[in-house]
């Protein structure tokens, strides 16, 4: 069944081909777009954190909180 989004009328993809054939047909439309900005470096080890502090109500509250997946 035909969608309309913002006056714009599509039909669901009805095959693999069908939605191969409008991925080629858009292909031209992005080209010359940037790609998006590379991954950031990667986060420096916990170990390397120095002179941090956490009040004891803070550690007590994390400390009784369940572990991730529990």
């Known amino acids: 069944m035909p969608k309309t989004v913002k006056d714009v009328t599509y039909a669901d993809p009805e095959s693999l081909a069908q ?3 409008d991925c080629a047909r858009m292909a031209p439309d992005w080209q010359g777009i940037p790609s998006p900005a590379p991954e950031p470096a990667p986060a420096t080890p ?9 009040p004891a109500r803070s550690a007590r509250l994390l400390d009784g909180m369940s572990e991730y997946g529990d």
């Open 19 to 21: 939605l191969r054939r």
């Open 46 to 54: 916990l170990s390397s954190i120095h002179g941090v502090s956490v």
